[in-house]
């Protein structure tokens, strides 16, 4: 019969690793930020486009999107489907309520020209790129 041994490392590193995901979480309840929802911005010719992943438990109904300056903002809200009563988890990983996302736009856009699309859980917004406030500068030469 082989006998375990106490290994001082081992439990140092355990405890590391318990503690640092206590932490990320906590950071994560305290701030709002989840891990949820990631965005792909790009820009496509004359217009910019923002798509999320795919929403776990979306209530399509709670989305809004707003755009204030170069702060797009999205906001809505999840929710778990239904476990059987006598369940009792294992693992929960994925986090439901009230949830916010804002990104920097750094192009100037019309937002009021905007639309918002959403297919099986996937946000898509489009903005029109405003060409207007792209000038070139004439140069005057001073003697």
């Not at 989840?34 to 923002?50: C, W």
């Not at 020209?113 to 001073?142: E, F, H, M, R």
């Amino acid at each position: 019969m082989s006998e375990q041994r106490f290994d001082p490392m081992k439990e140092i590193s355990n405890l590391r690793n318990s503690l640092g995901k206590a932490i990320e979480q906590g950071i994560q309840t305290v701030t709002g930020i989840e891990k949820q929802i990631k965005l792909d911005i790009y820009e496509l010719g004359d217009v910019v486009v923002i798509r999320t992943s795919p929403i776990d438990g979306l209530i399509p109904q709670s989305i809004e999107v707003s755009m204030e300056n170069e702060i797009l903002t999205i906001s809505g809200e999840t929710a778990p489907e239904e476990t059987p009563a006598n369940a009792s988890y294992v693992l929960q990983e994925r986090r439901f309520g009230k949830f916010t996302r804002t990104a920097n736009i750094p192009i100037p856009v019309h937002s009021t020209k905007a639309q918002a699309k959403l297919k099986q859980s996937v946000l898509t917004i489009t903005l029109p790129i405003d060409k207007g406030s792209y000038q070139n500068i004439t140069v005057t030469p001073v003697d």
